[in-house]
Each structure stands twice: as structure tokens, then as C-alpha cells.
């Protein structure tokens, strides 16, 4: 496509005609969708129609479904201007922004077509006259009239992560920025892992270093994983060494000292979700009438539930991070970790990272944990391993090429 693809006068060189169907047949409801992109000319540069494979799918579903993929289709084609041919008021009202839709399912969609959209340059939304045909009203009257005659099943397509190779085409996951494909449920998944790892949210496919988006995930996420992507969110916008959490565990709700720093009153503060008074310094309930040193010299355990939280840390291994007095528990991995608040620390004494001689990357055991440096003579073993092997090697090509 030209780069400049305006007319003279500053209207799109391109239109985009599109058309959503339903009928029911037998019971039985029937959907397709046809797309058309023509020229100045009304010259048809590009069509295509097919059916939409869902049992519940509403007209004006339909309607922004072939939309959608007229959208992506002119920026596959690398169009920059593109008028939007609208035969449809709702549909009108909606791309222009004037109506806010109210059920879940339209407003998914809207914010994919306007996701989309961001990726033209102009994309001007066009009000058909009753005199000007549609383009596309064929094409979705022949898709839908081929599948309810020849009842045409669903092309499959191949996960690449759970192997499966019998998943619907609209079963399937594109990640926006690579293409890259896979079934909703793996990703779902995926997103999960990452979620409770702390990690970023990154395509699944091997070495691609793609990031996904909530915004666009947004149609595959549960209720929980939305809310756990927007906490990771807010958590990624305060600097780790400003992240305050709510000491009260029915809260832990996060907070930033720059947040708090003008409610503060010495040492005490407010949480500002549950209220709980707490603080600042001891990250613990509000310690009345004690000062921070006589509060940590005589309640090392503040309460009797403190108590027994620590008798079962002890028991089970746990560890509390030093700086945010979070328990965490590490079941596999490096004895070396990274609490939620930043701080790192070794898993097997609690000194700070780089202060003991712990771990060195070897894995967590009961061994690291109960027998003194032993991590740290096995990583000196391996490496002396790995000298002789080289050393020996070296030695060998020499005497066989010399």
C-alpha cells in the first residue's frame, strides 16, 4: 500500500465494508460474517467471509466480530487511512464513541475494535445511505448460507504447549505483538505462573520476549486473575524500596511511604483501606504507649497468635524477611531469594544478600538448611571439577596435534 494514502482533499483512499449474520434454522442459530476492503474506485482490493462458531451469539455480536477483523485485516495489508462503512445505527454510535455499550461482552469487543483502530492513522467511521449498498452483505450471506447447508466444522488448530490438536479457531489465544498461538486455557494458565511468580507476564513461546497486556488478555482472564494482574500492576508502579503493606492480616493491602508521607504521624499511620492504625517503622499493629525499642525489647512476640506463628515457622522451616516481616516459604530453588518488598536475603541463615557464604545458586535441602557451609564446599567441589576437566582437556589436544 502507498504510504500516503489520502485523497487530495484528505478523505481515506480505503473503505472497509463489513457484515455480521444471524438466522436460526431448526432450533439452531447460525452466524457468519463477510468483509470487504475496496479502493476509490469501489475496486474490491480484498474479501473474505465465514462463519462464527457460538450458540449464543447476538446480531450486534456478530456485527462487531466482522468488524474486528476488517480492522485487522487493512493493517495487515498496511493501510494507513480507512473509512469505516456502517449500515448499522448502533454500530455507528458505537465507533464513534457516542454510545457507551452496558453488557460486558460488547464493551470486550468494543475495546478490541478500538485496540485495533490505534494502529491506523485515521479510521473514520462512514453512515451508509439506503442507496449505497454493502459490499459485504453477499459475502455473509454466503457464508452463512454454506454453514447451514453443508454444516462446514470448525477449522482446528495445534496448541504448541499442551500439544492439542483439535482446538476451534476461536478457541485459540494470538498474542498481540508476535502472532505467536495458543489455546486460551494454556495461556490462561501461563498467566497464573507468572502472576504468582512475580515475574513478567511474557509470551509462552520459546525465547520470545513479547509482554502481554491485561488490556488485552482481558477476555481470558477469571475474576481472580484480573485482580491479580491489577495488584501486580499497582505494585509495579512503587519503587520497591517505598512499598508499605498493611500489617493486619485480613487487609495487607499495599501502600507507598510517598503515599502516606503526609498522613504520618510520627511513626503511627492509618491504613487507608481498613483503617487499621499501624507502625511505620515496626511494620506491626499500632504499638500504644510503648516506644519502637520498647515494643521490639519486651513483645518479641506481640500477641499469642505471634507466638504460635513463629513455633510453626520454626517447625516448618519459614523464614520473615527482616525488612517487611512477611513469612515466606521457598520449597525448591536457590537458598538466595527475593522477597515481594525487594529485600534479598539468604533463605538458610536470614542474612542479607552477599553477607553470608550460603547457597552460591545450588538448590534449597534440608542438607543446606541443617549442616553448616555445605552448600558452599559442594559449589568449590564442582568447580574444581570443571578445572581438571578442561585442564586434562587442554592437555590432551596438545599431545595429539603436536
Known amino acids: 500500500m502507498e504510504k500516503d494514502d489520502l485523497k487530495p482533499a484528505g478523505k481515506p483512499l480505503y473503505r472497509l465494508y463489513f457484515k455480521g449474520l444471524v438466522t436460526e434454522e431448526k432450533a439452531m442459530l447460525f452466524a457468519a460474517f463477510g468483509v470487504a476492503i475496496c479502493g476509490d474506485k469501489e475496486d474490491l482490493l480484498f474479501d473474505m467471509k465465514g462463519p462464527i462458531h457460538d450458540p449464543a451469539i447476538t446480531l450486534l455480536e456478530a456485527e462487531l466480530i466482522a468488524l474486528k477483523c476488517g480492522l485487522s485485516q487493512a493493517v495487515g495489508l498496511g493501510i494507513n487511512h480507512i473509512s469505516i462503512c456502517c449500515d448499522h445505527n448502533q454500530i455507528f454510535e458505537l465507533v464513534m464513541g457516542r454510545f457507551t455499550p452496558d453488557k460486558e461482552n460488547i464493551a470486550l469487543l468494543m475495546r478490541d ?58 478457541q485459540m489465544f494470538s498474542v498481540d505483538k508476535c502472532g505467536h498461538m495458543f489455546c486460551s486455557e494454556c495461556v490462561k494458565r501461563h498467566i497464573e505462573v507468572k ?55 485480613r487487609c495487607s493491602t499495599l501502600m507507598s511511604e510517598t503515599e502516606l508521607s503526609g498522613l504520618i504521624i510520627g511513626v503511627r499511620i492509618c491504613c487507608v483501606k481498613c483503617g487499621e492504625p499501624f507502625c511505620i517503622n515496626c511494620k506491626v499493629p499500632w504499638h500504644n504507649n510503648f516506644s519502637c525499642e520498647e515494643y521490639k ?54 542474612a542479607d544478600a552477599g553477607d553470608c557464604s550460603h547457597g552460591h545458586g545450588l538448590p534449597l535441602t534440608d542438607d543446606l538448611l541443617l549442616t553448616p557451609c555445605c552448600a558452599f564446599c559442594c559449589c568449590s567441589v564442582f568447580f574444581l571439577v570443571i578445572i581438571a576437566i578442561v585442564v586434562v582437556t587442554i592437555i590432551f589436544l596438545i599431545r595429539r596435534f603436536s
Open 113 to 170: 475494535v478500538q485496540g485495533i483502530r490505534n494502529n491506523l492513522t485515521s479510521s473514520i467511521p462512514v453512515m451508509l445511505t439506503l442507496s449505497q449498498s454493502n459490499f459485504a452483505y453477499e459475502l455473509a450471506i454466503e457464508a452463512i448460507s454454506s454453514d447451514i447447508i453443508i454444516d462446514i466444522p470448525p477449522q482446528k488448530e495445534t496448541c504448541n504447549i499442551c500439544l492439542n490438536d483439535d482446538i476451534n479457531a476461536d
Open 195 to 249: 502472576l504468582l511468580e512475580g515475574s513478567l507476564i511474557s509470551c509462552p513461546h520459546y525465547l520470545c520476549s513479547s509482554l502481554l497486556s491485561s488490556e488485552f488478555c482481558v477476555n481470558i482472564l477469571t475474576p481472580k486473575l484480573k485482580e491479580m494482574w491489577e495488584k501486580k500492576t499497582k505494585e509495579d508502579l512503587i519503587p520497591v524500596t517505598n512499598r508499605v503493606y498493611c500489617p493486619n492480616p
Open 297 to 350: 525489647r519486651l513483645h518479641p512476640n506481640a500477641t499469642e497468635n505471634d507466638g504460635k506463628l513463629k513455633d510453626l515457622a520454626n517447625e516448618k522451616l519459614w523464614r520473615q524477611c527482616s525488612k517487611c516481616k512477611h513469612m515466606i516459604e521457598l520449597s525448591s530453588g536457590c537458598v538466595s531469594v527475593i522477597c515481594r518488598c525487594g529485600h534479598e536475603f539468604c533463605y538458610r541463615c536470614g
